[in-house]
């Protein structure tokens, strides 16, 4: 090793050497030296790297009084990390963001949750147990807090004094903003605008010929992002006061089919539960377009899990993908393997390896054939499905599942006879025929039978030449997959995004079933859970009198049945066909963003008066937005008279709105958070302003942002649920809400007093962690529990520690709900422009339009021979293109090709390209990329920007001249297609209405690069 270092170091010395022949003698002169060369930096050694926020001398602990370190969360994405920010005390700025080792999203394993703040430093030295608890934060993570001092940042409201989309603006005092948004009136000189005190009407029908509709208030929409710790009050203390229905986050646009995929899989359209492998102990891994570690959620830790388990452990994996992402490695050999396809044919690939299971009877038969829980109680398992379950074909009762009055009922294995479920533990698992249950003679099949006439549907070797994989590796994955027995896992996510997402996600959730791994140690597991936060022990904060109970129709017919309506009822009543309905209706899907804007042009199902958006980005993040959204959302009199927006930048979106109420960034801001998946104990994370925010701020002096705005909005409307008596505590007491601080001190304490109540802080866990300044709030709110509710603050939240994952061979915490192997809600569920009923089980259907229209007619090979689709960036994300310092890192992206492709077209590297879909185009360089597969072209997600100083903007007479840096770069979304089978809208999945941003047809061609301006 020695000797090796030698001649490395001899070489270094050469190169230097040559080096200096070409220009550099004098720069590689002055390190070599260690000698000064320009600016004088502050250290010799350590040049201008900032000081250490704590040091070991002579083996004792020396924080450093310069700095203060705050536990809080990091919502640069949605993994929403746990993170320590560094922060300067004199100028309260932050210079560096830490992991948290308390929380697992940084750290695995994490630390003891009771080891006290002092000695979580300790463990992190050279004295500790650093290499076991290191804590890190991603490349985002720790450089996303520049955008709190973006100078393109709104600090004070804005109303516009131009034409909507002009970028003009006006500074405006929040209370004079208020008044005028509440009052309405003719408020830009282009006509009255209703304000939102007559807006908020809860009695008079919004449409009388539809009472199921909803009141006039449901004229009222929020359109918000992520769950990133603020929505759910927004949601609970603001809207549902007002008395709308009307609130929805971006999952339309992020990864809607997957969830709802998943909830069709697991029985719950309530509560969309979603499932991630477990990481730590899984033995084969197949992910389908989620590479770990470039996509997926949680991102970095099931990143960082999976290169444990490929190097310490013992995991096989495949991911199949369009392009080779940061998953696959040739340093691990062959367990690691990359199967390129073609995007939107992930169906096809998993529906031909469900018919190679069925066929060879790879599956778990003893796991199938148990028909109810106490089937699974007897037989020592820890799930179960309904796969025995049986599903009438002829009739009026057609798609439904055979039920007597207790409940579903099956063909006993024992002795062939119809008993309930629940009185048997084997049930016959493949039978299509004739039964009689009280008299009456049912057609009926097992949801298995039907999943296997599905499979069947076409051939191997069709789903071979749909999806370009060729048949026999389509068998040996089938055949390792089930290997393994219930130590396999598979995952999907984002790359499902497409017109039969919500099938492919459903179908690669049903690879689990075939071998039982829901809930199984190294299977499939639907996350730790959560201590519980805003309803909890101490109290209610989403409870209080005059909380309205308004169930009404949705601005974007979710949630919903077209059956339900008066349309529909007339129809029938008349003889008529009542089908198709003027549009589509989505009953089992959560919510659509991507509807609003269109629904309310439309008039369909009514037109909104208000819409208010919050840190939303819509415009930017809705594939094909450009194509229509942008026409209907500029003129007030079209789709919204009036648009506010809530967002600390002026992004694509925002640049519509009529008002801008600024928003706190990042670790200005408050939240509880919980994990998506991907962890097997209880977690939340908390986050409370750990330095000044810049804005401007309310008379009270709170600063302007989400929370503060609705409460002084919220008081000014009268609304239930603010100022005095507006919180109630367990114990009868009540208290006001004039802060954000009166629900979250609260919330955090409801985290402490769960179950076993923690300890009490110390003032040594309280100073390190640089919360004193809040120890006076937290004596007002929090009574005698301040100290408990300090102990959370101090980790950044509640953890249960790491030991309490598993019960041996089980997952600790377990899905209790029955999976459907037949979902008798989506079976039963019509296509509202077809009349068709829905398959209640997974089924192969190529890309296609809402009415059926195949992709493959609509949009030839010869005109459009190439598939676009959109990729994760592990490094990018919408909202950040403000943070400056990621530019340092990645400062565009392209548009990314096979070579071979690349001189099929007579293109080059560095050309600069243009990508043509059925509807729009989008421009940038072309770079050449062995890891993408030949008939595709990828772009990497994030970039292209036209807002957050991308573009000018005039405030107050002055412009600010938008920055190349972060117009440059790929605008995807601009290829999104128009469905021609409806009014007004984008190509959507057929069942539950996710924007389709996946599997584009293109062509592409080289065009001249735009010039810059001088």
């Known amino acids: 090793m020695q000797n090796s270092r030698r001649k490395f170091l001899l070489g270094t010395a050469a190169v230097i050497g040559a080096a200096s022949v070409a220009g550099y003698k004098d720069t590689l ?13 502050d250290d010799s050694i350590y040049f201008n790297s900032p000081e250490a926020e704590y040091s070991y001398l002579d083996d004792n602990f020396e924080p450093n009084e310069r700095y203060k370190v705050c536990a809080t969360a990091c919502i640069g994405c949605t993994t929403q990390c746990g ?109 009255a605008v209703k304000g939102l005190k007559d807006v908020r009407d809860t009695k008079t029908p919004i449409n009388p010929d539809e009472p199921i509709f909803g009141p006039k208030s449901n004229g009222l929409c929020l359109i918000g992002t992520t769950h990133e710790g603020r929505f759910k009050t927004v949601i609970h203390r603001f809207l549902k ?57 949680p991102f970095k830790r099931q990143g960082k899990l999976l290169c444990r388990a490929r190097t310490e452990g013992d995991i096989e994996y495949a991911i199949v993908s369009p392009m080779l992402g940061n998953s696959d490695t040739i340093a691990v050999g062959d367990r690691s393997s990359w199967i390129p396809i ?89 039978y299509t025929g004739e039964v009689t249950l009280d008299g009456t003679t049912y057609q009926v099949q097992t949801a298995f039978s039907e999943l ?154 009514y037109k909104l008066d208000v819409l208010l958006s919050f840190n939303s980005n819509f415009m930017y993040g809705t594939c094909g937005g450009q194509n229509n959204i942008e026409e209907l959302i500029k003129d007030p009199k079209k789709a919204v008279p009036l648009f506010i927006a809530v967002d600390p930048f002026i992004n694509e979106t925002s640049k519509y ?48 942002e989400m929370l503060s705005f609705m409460i002084a909005l919220g008081k000014k409307l009268n609304l239930p649920g603010f100022g005095k008596k507006a919180i109630k505590g367990n114990d009868g007491s009540w208290y006001p809400l004039n802060k954000a601080e009166d629900i979250y001190l609260r919330a955090f304490e409801n985290i402490a007093m769960d179950g076993t109540p923690v300890p009490n802080a110390t003032d040594e866990d309280i100073a390190l962690s640089g919360i004193d300044n809040w120890v006076p709030a937290l004596k007002r709110i929090c009574g005698a529990n301040w100290r408990k509710t300090a102990y959370v603050m101090a980790r950044g939240g509640r953890y249960q520690d790491v030991e309490k994952s598993y019960q041996g061979e089980f997952l600790s915490r377990k899905y209790k709900k029955p999976i459907q192997i037949y979902n008798e809600k989506v079976g039963t569920t019509r296509n509202s422009l077809t009349g068709e009923r829905h398959s209640g089980t997974v089924r192969f259907y190529p890309q296609r339009t809402v009415k059926g229209h195949s992709f493959a007619k ?67 360089y072309l770079r ?47 290829i999104g297609l128009m469905d021609p089978d409806r009014e007004l809208a984008l190509t959507t999945d057929f069942v539950c209405g996710s924007n389709a941003r996946q599997a584009i047809p293109v062509n592409i061609k080289k065009i001249n690069p735009p010039r810059s301006k001088a």
């Open 29 to 41: 002169s002055a390190v070599s030296t260690l000698s000064d060369k320009g600016e004088k930096a």
């Open 342 to 430: 073609i995007p939107g044919t992930d169906l096809a690939f998993v529906m031909g390896m469900l018919q190679v299971i069925i066929k060879e009877k790879l599956y778990n038969a003893q796991y199938l054939a148990m028909p109810s829980s106490q089937a699974m109680k007897a037989m020592g398992d820890v799930s179960h499905t309904n796969a025995t379950h049986l599903v009438i074909q002829e009739g009026k009762e057609t798609g439904k599942i055979l039920k007597d009055t207790n409940g579903p009922v099956v063909l006993d294995a024992a002795d062939n006879t119809l008993k309930p479920a629940a009185a048997v533990t084997q049930a016959v698992l493949d």
């Open 83 to 191: 993170v320590r920010v560094k922060i300067d005390r004199k100028t309260d700025k932050v210079v560096r963001v830490l992991g948290n080792p308390y929380n697992l999203l940084s750290t695995d394993p994490w630390i003891p949750y009771h080891t006290p703040v002092k000695e979580s430093y300790t463990l992190l030295s050279r004295k500790g147990k650093f290499e076991t608890y290191r804590s890190n934060v991603c490349a985002r993570g720790n450089s996303v807090f520049s955008k709190i001092y973006d100078e393109f940042r709104v600090l004070k409201p804005l109303k516009r004094v131009g034409k909507r989309g002009e970028n003009k603006w006006k500074e405006i005092e929040i209370e004079q903003l208020i008044e005028e948004i509440v009052e309405g009136g003719d408020l830009f000189g282009e006509g």
């Open 928 to 974: 050449l990329r062995n890891g993408v597969h030949p008939d595709t072209v990828g772009v990497e997600q994030g970039d292209g920007r036209r807002g957050e100083g991308a573009v000018d903007v005039e405030i107050n007479g002055q412009v600010k001249r938008g920055l190349i840096a972060r117009k440059t770069g790929v605008f995807y979304n601009k």
């Open 452 to 605: 296997k006439k599905n499979a069947n549907e076409f051939t191997l070797e069709e789903y071979s030449l749909e999806c370009g994989i060729n048949a026999t590796t389509i068998l040996e994955v089938a055949r390792k997959f089930t290997s393994f027995g219930r130590k396999a896992s598979i995952d999907c996510h984002g790359g499902t995004m497409h017109t039969t997402g919500f099938y492919t996600a459903y179908a690669v959730m049903m690879l689990g079933a075939m071998i039982g791994n829901l809930n199984y140690k190294g299977g499939m597991s639907p996350g730790g859970g959560a201590y519980k936060d805003f309803v909890g022990k101490r109290y209610n904060l989403f409870g209080y009198k005059g909380k309205s109970k308004i169930h009404a129709t949705r601005i974007d017919k979710t949630r919903m049945a077209y059956e339900k309506t008066n349309a529909f009822k007339k129809k029938k009543a008349a003889g008529e066909n009542p089908y198709p309905a003027r549009d589509t209706w989505y009953p089992f899907t959560n919510a659509l963003e991507s509807e609003v804007i269109t629904n309310s042009a439309k008039g369909y199902p």
């Open 858 to 924: 609509l949009f030839p090979r010869d005109r459009y021979p190439l598939t676009a689709f959109a990729f994760k960036s592990n490094v990018l994300s919408t909202p950040n293109t403000a943070a400056s310092l990621l530019k340092e890192i990645k400062y565009t992206t392209y548009i990314d090709i096979n070579p071979a492709t690349a001189k099929q077209f007579g293109l080059r590297h560095g050309d600069y390209v243009q990508l043509i879909s059925g509807n729009g185009h989008t421009e940038g």
């Open 241 to 297: 006061s007002f008395g709308t229905s009307n609130f929805m986050g971006h999952t339309s646009i992020c990864g809607l089919s997957m969830r709802a995929g998943e909830a069709a899989f697991l029985g719950n359209f309530k509560k969309y539960p979603h499932l991630k492998p477990d990481f730590e102990n899984t033995r084969y891994l197949l992910s389908i377009g989620t590479p770990p570690g470039q996509a997926g959620n």
């Open 657 to 704: 709105a009529d008002y801008i109420i600024p928003d706190s960034v990042l670790y200005e801001t408050w939240g509880v958070l919980h994990a998506w998946a991907g962890y097997q104990t209880k977690l939340n994370t908390v986050r409370f302003p750990v330095i000044k925010p810049r804005q401007a701020t309310f008379s009270n002096g709170e600063p302007i």
